[in-house]
Nanobody, 125 residues
Framework: QVQLEESGGGLVQAGGSLRLSCAAS????????ISWFRQAPGKEREFVAG????????YFADSVKGRFTISGDNAKNRVYLQMNSLKPEDTAVYFC??????????????????WGKGTLVTVSS
C-alpha cells in the first residue's frame, strides 16, 4: 500500500508562488501515475494536474494551465506542483493521489487508488 504525504502549503498573496511536494512511501513509485487534486470550501474535489509514470506526459486543468507545472523525482519518490501567478480562487486543500498506470504515458484525472491527507493553500487578494 502506498502512503502519500503532501507539504508546502501556506498563505501567499495573489500573484505569488508556492511549491507543493508529495512524498510517497510503501510502494514502487515508478509503477504509478500521480495527480494533484484540490478541494475548495463548499466545492467538490477537482483535478488539477497529472504526471505519467515516465515523467514524459503531463496534463493540466484549464484553470491552471500556463501557471502550474508538475514534475517528479523517482529517485526521491517525490512529485512537485509548482504554482505560479496564484489567484484567490486557487485557495483550496491540495491532495496528491496515485493510480497504477497501464502504460508509461498514461495520465489520470480520476479513479485514483491512494490519496494523501492534503495541504492547505490560501491565496489572499
Amino acid at each position: 500500500q502506498v502512503q502519500l504525504e503532501e507539504s508546502g502549503g501556506g498563505l501567499v498573496q495573489a500573484g505569488g508562488s508556492l511549491r507543493l511536494s508529495c512524498a510517497a512511501s510503501g510502494g514502487t513509485f515508478s509503477s504509478y501515475a500521480i495527480s494533484w487534486f484540490r478541494q475548495a470550501p463548499g466545492k467538490e474535489r477537482e483535478f488539477v494536474a497529472g504526471l505519467s509514470r515516465s515523467g514524459a506526459k503531463t496534463y493540466f486543468a484549464d484553470s491552471v494551465k500556463g501557471r502550474f507545472t508538475i514534475s517528479g523525482d523517482n529517485a526521491k519518490n517525490r512529485v512537485y506542483l509548482q504554482m505560479n501567478s496564484l489567484k484567490p480562487e486557487d485557495t483550496a486543500v491540495y491532495f496528491c493521489a496515485v493510480r497504477r498506470a497501464v502504460s508509461d504515458h498514461s495520465v489520470y484525472t480520476g479513479g485514483m487508488e491512494y490519496w494523501g491527507k492534503g495541504t492547505l493553500v490560501t491565496v489572499s487578494s
